[in-house]
């Protein structure tokens, strides 16, 4: 089938633009409107440039590498297609959007963040009789920077050792690499959630047998979990954040074991909760701990640069040692909506 393409002259300064990714700057070139009613609609610009050089990066008929450098113009493209794909490495099981209750996009290194400061007797919803005052609540900004962190991996390649790999084979790397920076964004927000963003906000810890939680230490039970499900009010534990031998501990719980508990962990892996809550599994929790938190209140995720690559090396095939980076840290909104429970 024969495309039409706008003229689109492709080179290395489209990726150096402030505050501009790639992407967006050739979206501005060759905007996607300009193709509806076309064979080429629902595409985007990157995607509609593989097109115009006809290289097939997934599927049994992908291109092998080289065939991104057939011509000058289509090299430009090597950059971005290796970001998409860590970026799907970064997202494919990733539990984030499953904790965060907003993504906030930043441009630089320190960031820092708001917080609301209601009185303990303006937290309730009271209703306001009439010419009485009505309760505040004061937005300000946290006391202390939210310090951001790079987190990434090297690529080392020669291009000779990776010409004659099918792109498809290439992007399963590539993916690693992605689900590796998106493991160490992880471990950031469970250390921020438990320790704090640096202002005083370390979630309250509560330890199985100490009271308010009954029980015996070293023993997870249903009425522990009941008992810290209610330390929650005014917020809801909605999401349940476990290490691997508590996960396995509440399976064992005799009120998990119901017939359509067990089905739907069979059919989907995923667990019905008596509590309500969600249940996520990570090896980014120590052993004996359970974190559990409201996730549209707890926790704030700052993004400070997309997917990073040093593109020049890229673009001239000097793959050796090919830094791909991810800029992220992580505030706490409302540190009463996340707590952590130890067995």
């Known amino acids: 089938m024969a495309y039409h393409f706008e003229t689109v002259k492709l ?6 633009r402030s505050g501009r990714t790639f992407a967006q700057t050739l979206e501005e070139l060759d905007p996607s409107e300009h193709y509806k009613g076309t064979a080429l609609e629902g595409l985007d610009a990157f995607q509609r440039q593989l097109k115009r050089f006809d290289i097939r990066v997934k ?3 992908s291109d092998m590498v080289e065939k991104f450098f057939h011509t000058t113009d289509s090299a430009v493209l090597f ?3 290796v970001s998409r794909v860590v970026r799907q490495g970064m997202e494919e099981g990733s539990i984030l959007p499953e904790i965060t209750a907003t993504v906030t996009r930043f441009d630089g290194m320190d960031y820092r963040s708001i917080a609301s400061v209601p009185g303990e007797d303006k937290k309730r919803l009271l209703r306001v009789e009439e010419g009485a005052e009505i309760p505040q609540t004061t937005i300000q ?39 590796y920076i998106g493991r160490m964004h992880l471990e950031d927000a469970v250390k921020v959630i438990q320790d704090g963003d640096g202002n005083d906000n370390a979630a309250v810890k509560y330890a199985i047998g100490t009271k308010p939680i009954s029980g015996t230490k070293g023993a997870l039970s249903y009425e ?3 008992d810290f499900w209610s330390q929650f009010d005014p917020y809801s ?9 508590m996960m396995l501990a509440m399976l064992k719980l005799p009120e998990f074991q119901n017939p359509l508990t067990g089905l739907n962990f ?17 090896s980014a929790l120590g052993a004996g701990t359970i974190i559990g938190l409201d996730k549209n209140y707890a926790l704030e995720q700052i993004c400070g640069s997309e997917i990073a690559v040093e593109y020049d090396k890229l673009i001239d095939r000097q793959l050796e040692r090919a830094a791909i980076t991810s800029i992220s840290g992580f505030a706490k909104l409302f540190p009463e909506a996340s ?5």
């Open 11 to 16: 080179e290395k300064g489209m990726y150096g």
């Open 59 to 61: 599927g049994p008929g």
């Open 79 to 81: 950059p971005e297609f």
């Open 141 to 179: 900004t946290q006391e202390n920077l939210v310090r951001l962190h790079k987190r990434g991996r090297m690529l080392v390649a020669s291009y000779e050792a990776i010409r004659f790999q099918r792109l498809d084979l290439f992007s399963v790397t590539l993916r690693q690499i992605g689900a």
């Open 224 to 226: 522990a979990l009941l």
């Open 237 to 245: 534990m909605n999401t349940l954040l476990v290490s691997g031998d």
């Open 266 to 282: 069979q059919g989907t892996g995923a667990l019905s909760n008596p509590l309500g809550a969600k249940l996520l599994r990570t």
């Open 339 to 343: 707590k952590v429970l130890t067995v």
